[in-house]
């Protein structure tokens, strides 16, 4: 004849078991703080290199410190922002010679897969479409840790790729004098992101009956 559990011991052993078994991961949203982050690249121009960023843009990464393989990150880049310190080269980068930012005003990158590589290093697979483009890129990416400033919980990344313009039809070159091309095809991506956690919204209060 089996022994009977008391209910009182089932319950109390399965609640045990429930703090005992691994915790899942919550995912936590993060909203790029664009005060302090810098969208920038970098192009040869015949024997120098031009720096340049993107001054208007938004994004958003949902973190899990857990399972960083479920986490994700989405961009957006208005196109017109452009700003290479120069007024004449960026109503040039604007026009259809380059970005044609009437015809195509974002630039955008949703990314598809994350894959830790380390204990601060990821891969993140993702589409990123750019003047009228979408193509499958992979991203490195450096986490530069948590830090709370005040009541504010920051995330920090730094990213740090090149791309080819030509992928995505952003052809417009030039032949020098004396041979070679005024630009080069390959643009250095360089990334500082600081994101601001975005806390839970405190429930409406009930409109009563």
Same mark, same amino acid.
């Given at each position: 004849?089996?022994?009977?559990?008391?209910? &009182?011991?089932?319950?109390?052993?399965?609640?045990?078991?429930?703090?005992?078994?691994?915790? &899942?991961?919550?995912?936590?949203?993060?909203?790029?703080?664009?005060?302090?982050?810098?969208?920038?690249?970098?192009?040869?121009?015949?024997?120098?290199?031009?720096?340049?960023?993107?001054?208007?843009?938004?994004?958003?990464?949902?973190?899990?410190?857990?399972?960083?393989?479920?986490?994700?990150?989405?961009?957006?880049?208005?196109?017109?922002?452009?700003? /290479?310190?120069?007024?004449?080269?960026?109503?040039?980068?604007?026009?259809?010679?380059?970005?044609?930012?009437?015809?195509?005003?974002?630039?955008?990158?949703?990314? /598809?897969?994350?894959?830790?590589?380390?204990?601060?290093?990821? @891969?993140?697979?993702?589409?990123?479409?750019?003047?009228?483009?979408?193509?499958?890129?992979?991203?490195? @990416?450096?986490?530069?840790?948590?830090?709370?400033? !005040?009541?504010?919980?920051?995330?920090?990344?730094?990213?740090?790729?090149?791309?080819?313009?030509?992928?995505?039809?952003? /052809?417009?070159?030039?032949?020098?004098?004396?041979?070679?091309?005024?630009?080069?095809?390959?643009?250095?991506?360089?990334?500082?992101?600081?994101?601001?956690?975005?806390?839970?919204?405190?429930?409406?209060? !009930?409109? !009563?009956?």
């Amino acid at each position: 004849m089996k022994a009977r559990i008391p209910i &009182r011991v089932a319950a109390a052993v399965a609640v045990l078991a429930a703090l005992a078994a691994p915790s &899942r991961g919550a995912e936590e949203t993060f909203v790029f703080d664009k005060a302090h982050s810098t969208l920038g690249f970098r192009i040869r121009h015949v024997v120098t290199k031009i720096n340049g960023r993107f001054k208007d843009f938004d994004g958003m990464i949902w973190i899990d410190r857990q399972n960083a393989a479920a986490s994700k990150v989405e961009l957006t880049i208005r196109a017109a922002s452009i700003d /290479t310190s120069n007024d004449n080269r960026d109503q040039d980068l604007r026009s259809a010679n380059f970005f044609e930012v009437e015809k195509f005003p974002t630039i955008t990158f949703k990314s /598809t897969k994350i894959e830790p590589k380390g204990s601060d290093a990821f @891969v993140v697979t993702g589409d990123l479409t750019m003047h009228g483009v979408t193509k499958s890129i992979q991203v490195p @990416v450096t986490s530069n840790g948590f830090a709370k400033m !005040g009541k504010t919980e920051k995330a920090g990344f730094s990213v740090s790729f090149p791309l080819n313009r030509k992928d995505y039809g952003v /052809t417009w070159n030039r032949t020098l004098d004396q041979g070679g091309l005024l630009l080069g095809e390959d643009v250095e991506i360089v990334i500082e992101v600081e994101a601001n956690k975005k806390e839970a919204e405190a429930p409406k209060a !009930g409109s !009563g009956r």
